[in-house]
């Protein structure tokens, strides 16, 4: 059964690419929305040539069993806080976040892989289109599999400086002293790759299960898992190899319908690690009340 949300979706309007789509199915057209991409599914990266999907491994894309069942509801439970207690909360947690920087130099000191664990866990919190949950976070400590990670995005780093960065994208990345060298990613003791699932499967892996708004549902678990690296003290680095996605993928052997969504390194920082003196803008300056 569709859900709310899902009607709602298809019953609004939708690109042209995906109507057409949608129409030369023999099938009832698939629920639509503007999230998703009519141009995706053509994209080379997902289907390499030569490479078959093997229908029989199961991966996180999958949908579990009974998914597709309706839902029962269960009451709605959080925790409740006095108006004062609210108030500091907010004030230590907007401050705690206003700490988080970019770091680019980390220590070798190991983390605790159960930490990586509840990190991702918070992170797999995220909201997302239809619950779809379109994330695959994966965690390379191996040595060698860091220094290949490394290898290829200097590689295709040092072209972007060289060839396929504007003028004004090397002037605005100046002033952060950025360069194609990435030594953080062997320096810092896990990298996450975060992987955004285009579509998934449904049960069998007969059929595709389309994922809506699925750049915008990463990127909420992203933003969640920055701040879980936050609340415990160790820092991250977003970063977007550009060009280096799809032989990514294929180092660390996840299926074609995953694409790289963002490079995580993770650790603590360098103990002599210096960030660039940003200012951010104040809050005036990004809240309008209406
Ligand atoms: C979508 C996105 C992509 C980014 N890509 C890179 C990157 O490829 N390399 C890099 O060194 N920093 C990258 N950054 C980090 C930004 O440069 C950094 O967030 C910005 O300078 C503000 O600094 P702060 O994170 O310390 O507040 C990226 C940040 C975002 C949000």
Same mark, same amino acid.
């Given at each position: 059964a @569709? #859900? @709310?949300?899902a009607e709602i979706k298809a019953s609004s309007d939708f690109k042209a690419g995906a #109507? +057409?789509?949608a129409q030369a199915s023999a099938r009832p057209p698939p629920v639509v929305d503007e999230s998703v991409d009519p141009e995706e599914d053509d994209d080379e990266d997902e289907e390499e040539a030569g490479e078959s999907e093997d229908k029989t491994d199961k991966d996180s894309s999958e949908q579990s069993a009974g998914e597709e069942a309706e839902l029962s509801l269960v009451p709605y439970s959080n925790v409740a806080y006095s108006e004062s207690e609210m108030l500091k909360r907010a004030t230590d947690f907007a401050n705690l976040l206003s700490r988080r920087r970019s770091c680019r130099q980390f220590s070798e000191r190991p983390v605790d892989p159960e930490v990586v664990r509840l990190l991702v866990t918070a992170a797999g919190s995220s909201p997302s289109g239809a619950h779809t949950e379109p994330w695959t976070y994966v965690c390379v400590t191996n040595e060698l599999m860091k220094r290949r990670i490394r290898e290829i995005v200097e590689e295709e780093e040092e072209i972007n400086y060289a060839r396929r960065m504007s003028a004004e994208w090397k002037a605005d990345l100046a002033k !952060?002293? #950025?360069s194609w060298e +990435?030594?953080?990613l062997t320096e810092a003791p896990v990298i996450v790759v975060l992987m955004r699932q285009?579509? $998934?499967w449904r049960s069998g892996r007969e059929e595709k299960r389309q994922h809506y708004y699925s750049e915008i549902s990463v990127s909420i678990s992203a933003g969640l898992f920055l701040a879980a690296v936050? *609340?415990? $003290? !160790?820092?991250? !680095?977003?970063s977007t190899p550009m060009n280096a996605g799809p032989a990514l993928r294929r180092l660390l052997g996840r299926p074609p319908n995953e694409k790289v969504h963002l490079l995580l390194p993770l650790g603590y920082a360098a103990h002599n690690a210096q960030v660039? *003196?940003?200012t951010r803008k104040p809050v005036e300056k990004i809240m309008v009340n209406i």
């Open positions: @569709a #859900t @709310a949300e #109507t +057409k789509r !952060l002293r #950025t +990435k030594p953080y285009v579509h $998934g936050q *609340n415990v $003290g !160790l820092c991250t !680095l977003t660039p *003196n940003l």
